[in-house]
């Protein structure tokens, strides 16, 4: 099994110009998953981690420089993520190659993804001059969520602390908030990744001041992005127990790359969107 000690995250490493998918590294979901659930038990979350690529460069077949931007969808239910620098040294790799077409290089990484993922990865590349969506946070269509970062609340903890969430009554409520809080670190390098999250939940009203408090804790934690979704997911699942729930995180980017999974209580896709920060 692939270890991420293993990996070229935090290493030295030569950045190849001429294709090389063995330069794809995967990582078992499983190692970290084991905390939340068994290998015997059903996931309790559907969801996809959605991926942007900023360096996306390769030749035609005349060795003119093509450029784009890329988007890919991993499914939660693929065994493994792939590491984050190997699929930027992946992609590196790609700048002095030749291909006939822009759908050429998106069958290439798309069979590449999903061979290492263990499951079908959806990729789109997009021309320059095609612009994808841009919204200033979260509380536009279709999120029209609250934002929690304004509370007057004294805030103590910085480790992931799931007492921190309760309930307030029974009535039930559909609620959708974000903050612009979220913070957890890269578990090989230590260095800081920053998000905004949106969680969408119906069921019990969640107290808001602990909501935050609990995106707040995971400050010095130190974890991948999608794992951190998951235990945010099954945390709240679990303390608060809503009918229906929704989180979603968009990290911004580093190395090129941003990674932004969505899990939910039932089957769907992430909502496509490109914050302020991204």
């Known amino acids: 099994m692939a270890s991420i000690d293993d990996s070229p995250l935090g ?13 794809l590294y995967p990582i078992a979901r499983s190692q970290s998953r084991g905390a939340l659930v068994s290998e015997a038990q059903t996931l309790p979350f559907f969801g996809e981690d959605v991926w942007t690529g900023f360096e996306l460069s390769w030749l035609n077949t ?27 040294l992946y992609l590196n790799s790609f700048n002095q190659s030749r291909f006939a077409s822009l759908e050429e290089v998106k069958a290439c990484i ?26 200033a946070d979260f509380s ?45 670190n890269c578990p090989v390098t230590g260095q800081p990744d920053w998000a905004s999250v949106w969680i969408y939940y119906s069921g019990k009203p969640i107290d808001p001041a602990g909501l935050l408090r609990y995106v707040v804790s995971f400050r ?6 999608e794992h951190c979704v998951e235990r945010m997911f099954c945390d ?34 992430a909502p496509q969107v490109r914050l302020v920060r991204q």
């Not at 263990?118 to 994808?132: D, N, S, T």
């Not at 480790?159 to 609620?175: F, I, K, N, W």
């Not at 010095?220 to 992005?225: I, K, T």
Request: charged share 25%; hydrophobic share 35%; with cysteine.
């Open 140 to 184: 536009g269509a279709p999120f029209n969520a609250r934002c929690l970062d304004q509370q007057d609340i004294a805030i103590d903890t910085y480790s992931p602390d799931a007492a921190l969430l309760t309930t307030l009554g029974t009535q039930a409520v559909s609620e959708s908030w974000y903050s612009d809080l979220l913070k957890s």
């Open 62 to 88: 005349r060795g003119l420089p093509q450029v784009a931007m890329l988007e890919f969808r991993l499914p939660c239910e693929s065994d493994n993520i792939v590491e984050s620098k190997s699929i930027k």
């Open 220 to 225: 010095e934690h130190q974890d991948f992005h």
């Open 11 to 23: 290493k030295s490493s030569a950045y190849p110009s001429e294709y090389a998918p063995q330069l």
């Open 110 to 135: 798309a069979g590449d993804l999903s061979a290492a993922a263990g499951a079908e990865v959806e990729v789109k590349v997009y021309p320059l001059h095609q612009l994808m969506p841009l919204a």
């Open 236 to 269: 709240i699942m679990q303390r608060c127990e809503p009918q229906e729930l929704e989180v979603y995180a968009r990290y911004t980017r580093r190395g090129g790359l941003d990674i932004n999974p969505y899990r939910s209580s039932s089957k769907g896709r």
